[in-house]
């Protein structure tokens, strides 16, 4: 929603322009849902496909956490009301041969929600130490 406007009802354009064929065009035209995505959205959905979908790729261009690029993503298509697939992306190159319990451990520190020494204490019950 452009900033400024409520975001309240359904918003929609009325009149289209041109100047150089001296034309309006009036009528009632719905909004795109990416016309309704903040700046931050858009500049993120940008970055996304520069990057060719690639989440590592995000991630490095972006200087952020997998996680974070991942929630990005969700909140993304949140606000497009789409919803992702069900077919799981395979994990960054620096996480392949970690199990899912190792890699969920990475992003819960990288989230703050384990401290170093937790994060390393689980890491080795998770390989059997």
């Known amino acids: 929603m452009p900033p400024g406007l409520p975001d309240e009802g359904e918003w929609y ?5 041109n100047d150089e064929l001296e034309m309006q065009v009036r009528g009632r035209f719905r909004l ?5 995505l903040s700046a931050e959205q858009t500049a993120f959905l940008a970055t996304f496909l520069r990057c060719r979908g690639v989440l590592a ?15 990005r993503l969700d909140a993304l298509l949140e606000a ?4 992702p697939t069900e077919v799981e992306e395979p994990p960054p ?3 392949v041969g970690m199990t899912p319990k190792q ?16 994060a390393k204490r689980a890491m080795k019950e998770a ?3």
Not at 80 to 83: A, D
Not at 103 to 116: A, C, M, T, V, W
């Open 13 to 17: 354009v009325s009149e289209l322009s």
């Open 80 to 83: 497009l009301g789409l919803s």
């Open 57 to 71: 790729a995000v991630e490095r261009e972006l200087g952020i956490s997998y996680p974070t690029v991942r929630a």
């Open 103 to 118: 890699r969920e451990i990475l992003e819960r520190l990288e989230r703050g929600e384990l401290s170093p020494e937790e």
């Open 93 to 95: 190159k620096d996480r």
């Open 127 to 129: 390989a059997g130490q």
């Open 32 to 36: 795109s849902p990416f016309a309704r």
